[in-house]
């Protein structure tokens, strides 16, 4: 809905369709069987896991599985700091059971080593899920400032245009970058299999799990939801150069200042798992200036685009050069993009070292 306001122009918009950006859910697994590094090619056989037979073979609190057992990230940990384990890997635990059931062969188990067992190890199986909905209402304004003699100045007595935006979010999807584990947990390919009774309730660490074990949890748990308040204000602006008497015409400059404000941030919600282990800031700032200078008739476009990110300390510099030289139809471009931030750091630091330079031929019909 479109409608004049204050000397401008007003929108109220509403959007309801796919979020723009993932979530990330534990889909399942897979347990090899003779080979511990992951490998499917080097394994003897491939288990299928469900998500609850991984979030809970990997979260078991000490002694779910009897006296002795332990969760299997617990297991890897202190396996990895190069101690004897004290503890016995679950896959050990579980795949001795098995195997008299299926004849499965029997996970090695590093804390006594058992004839006839088989090294092991379990993938997680994830999904970046963009079915999530949004729900967005939003409103825009804009207005020439013309009309304020104050404001015109420059070679051309120019005035800027300001531009404010605003939408409001409701029910944005997040992964959590610390989760409330449950208490208990299921191993259904166990209960399948007749190794536990139906519906067996195993104890579980429970308790904050953080870093990448907040991602081996089951969806109910791992994704929380947060409305969210984007604001903006911006100036767009016709730019003469003074003293630049053969300039053909003006540069189009824009600056723009962006607040992003996440009502349940406390919560740690992840900016974008798996790619970026960053927290969402409550109010997560930034700026951009966007500029275009035609040269040569028009025929020569240099266009800048510069970011700041101010809460994860960011910063993203883009510059295109376009040739319009050769009829209608061609349009070669030179491109490049700077990036510097910190590690893992979305939405700009995640590509850190990443800067390049290309090249593109497009043509246009």
Request: net charge negative.
């Amino acid at each position: 809905m479109k409608f004049d306001t204050l000397g401008g122009q007003a929108t109220i918009n509403g959007f309801y369709g796919r979020q723009d950006l993932p979530v990330l859910t534990l889909e399942g697994g897979t347990l090899f069987l003779g080979d511990a590094f992951n490998n499917s090619s080097g394994a003897a056989g491939a288990v299928p896991l469900s998500a609850a037979d991984v979030a809970t073979v990997v979260n078991g609190a000490a002694g779910f599985l009897g006296p002795g057992t332990g969760g299997y990230l617990a297991f890897l940990r202190q396996f990895q700091s190069g101690a004897a384990p004290t503890i016995a890997s679950p896959l050990s635990v579980l795949s001795a059971a098995a195997g008299g059931v299926l004849g499965t062969p029997t996970c090695i188990d590093p804390t006594g080593l058992i004839a006839g067992t088989v090294p092991c190890s379990i993938n997680g199986i994830v999904n970046l899920d963009y079915t999530a909905r949004q729900r967005v209402l939003g409103f825009t304004f804009t207005r020439d400032m013309g009309d304020f003699k104050a404001l015109r100045f420059g070679p051309k007595n120019t005035s800027p245009s300001l531009r404010f935006e605003a939408s409001y979010e409701f029910g944005k999807k997040f992964n959590r970058s610390r989760v409330a584990s449950p208490t208990t947990g299921t191993v259904p390919l166990a209960e399948a299999l007749g190794i536990l009774p139906p519906g067996t309730a195993l104890p579980l660490n429970g308790g904050t799990v953080g870093g990448s074990g907040a991602l081996a949890q089951l969806s109910g748990d791992a994704i929380t939801e947060s409305d969210v308040l984007s604001t903006m204000i911006g100036f767009d602006y016709p730019l003469w150069i003074p003293g630049w008497d053969t300039q053909e015409k003006s540069i189009f400059t824009s600056f723009q200042f962006f607040n992003i404000h996440t009502f349940d941030a406390d919560e740690g919600l992840l900016v974008q798992a798996p790619y970026a282990f960053s927290e969402v800031a409550e109010d997560h700032q930034y700026v951009t200036l966007l500029w275009s200078a035609p040269l040569h008739q028009q025929r020569l476009v240099f266009e800048g685009l510069f970011i700041r990110d101010f809460d994860q300390q960011g910063t993203f510099y883009r510059q295109r050069i376009d040739f319009n030289y050769f009829g209608k139809n061609w349009r070669p471009r030179i491109e490049a993009m700077f990036f510097d931030g910190g590690a893992e750091t979305a939405p700009i630091g995640i590509y850190d070292d990443k800067d390049f330079v290309e090249f593109s031929l497009t043509y246009q019909f």
